[in-house]
C-alpha cells in the first residue's frame, strides 16, 4: 500500500490542522497557502491520480464538490466566491501522489491561465 503524507495524515500517524472531516474526506489547511483560504480537499480513500478513478468512484468525486462547498461556507468564502483546482502530473504541479482538491479563497484571485 502507498503511503504518501496524505496517508500518513488520515491514519493520524502526522498532524494536520484539519477544518473538516467526514467518512469519505479530510479538509486541511495548506502549508504553503497561495490565498488567505486555502484547504485541501482530501478522499480518505487512495487515489494516486485522476487515471485511479472508475466508473464506480465517480459520485466520490462528486461529493468532493460538494465537500468543498459547505467548506466554502464554513469558512466564509462562499459568498464572495473561490477556486477549485486539482493539479494532476508534473505539468500540472502536482507535489504529493494522493488525489486532492485545493479550495482557494479570500481575495480576489487573478487570471485562471499561467502564461
Given at each position: ?41 482530501i ?71 499561467v502564461?
Open positions: 500500500m502507498i503511503q504518501d503524507i496524505f496517508c500518513k495524515i488520515i491514519k493520524g500517524e502526522l498532524k494536520a490542522d484539519v477544518v473538516w472531516q467526514d467518512e469519505n474526506f479530510l479538509v486541511i489547511n495548506d502549508i504553503h497557502p497561495q490565498a488567505p483560504v486555502h484547504v485541501l480537499i478522499p480518505k480513500k487512495h487515489f494516486e491520480a485522476l487515471h485511479d478513478f472508475e466508473e464506480g468512484d465517480a459520485l466520490l468525486l462528486g461529493k468532493a464538490i460538494l465537500v468543498a462547498e459547505k467548506v466554502a461556507k464554513q469558512l466564509g468564502v462562499h459568498d464572495k466566491g473561490y477556486r477549485l483546482i486539482i493539479n494532476e502530473g508534473v505539468h500540472g504541479g502536482k507535489l504529493v501522489p494522493h488525489l486532492h482538491v485545493h479550495l482557494l479563497g479570500g481575495k480576489p484571485l487573478g487570471p485562471k491561465i502564461k
